[in-house]
Nanobody, 126 residues
Framework: QVQLVESGGGLVQPGGSLRLSCSAS????????VAWFRQAPGKEREGVSC????????TYLDSVKGRFTISRDHYKNTFYLQMNSLKSEDTAVYYC???????????????????WGQGTQVTVSS
C-alpha cells in the first residue's frame, strides 16, 4: 500500500525553524512530483511548495519565499520542508503529497496529487 509518512512538526517561537520530513514506502519518489500543503483552522488547504525532480523546478507560495525550502534525499526516498524565520501566520497542519509523473512547471493544486501524508501540526507562538 502506498504511504507517505510525515514527521517534524511541533511548537516553535516566532523567528524559529523547523524541518518537516515525508518518507515514502512502496514507490520511488524520483518519478513523482512532490509537494507540501497546509491548512489553518477555518481556511482552505493551500500549496506551500511543490517540486518536479526531472527539471529541478520548484514553486513556492509567495508568503514563504526566501524562508522555506523544499528538498529531496534520493537515497532515503524522503523529501523535506525546511522552514526558517517562522511567523504566527505559518501556524497550520502541514501535509505532504505526491503524484506520479512530472508536472512542469509544478503546480501546488491539491486536486493534482494522489497520495497524502497524515498531516503534522506546526504551531508558531511565543
Amino acid at each position: 500500500q502506498v504511504q507517505l509518512v510525515e514527521s517534524g512538526g511541533g511548537l516553535v517561537q516566532p523567528g524559529g525553524s523547523l524541518r518537516l520530513s515525508c518518507s515514502a514506502s512502496e514507490f520511488n519518489l524520483d518519478y513523482y512530483t512532490v509537494a507540501w500543503f497546509r491548512q489553518a483552522p477555518g481556511k482552505e488547504r493551500e500549496g506551500v511548495s511543490c517540486h518536479s525532480t526531472s527539471v529541478t523546478t520548484t514553486t513556492y507560495l509567495d508568503s514563504v519565499k526566501g524562508r522555506f525550502t523544499i528538498s529531496r534525499d534520493h537515497y532515503k526516498n524522503t523529501f523535506y520542508l525546511q522552514m526558517n524565520s517562522l511567523k504566527s501566520e505559518d501556524t497550520a497542519v502541514y501535509y505532504c503529497a505526491a503524484t506520479e509523473g512530472m508536472i512542469v512547471p509544478p503546480k501546488c493544486e491539491p486536486g493534482l496529487y494522489d497520495y497524502w501524508g497524515q498531516g503534522t501540526q506546526v504551531t508558531v507562538s511565543s
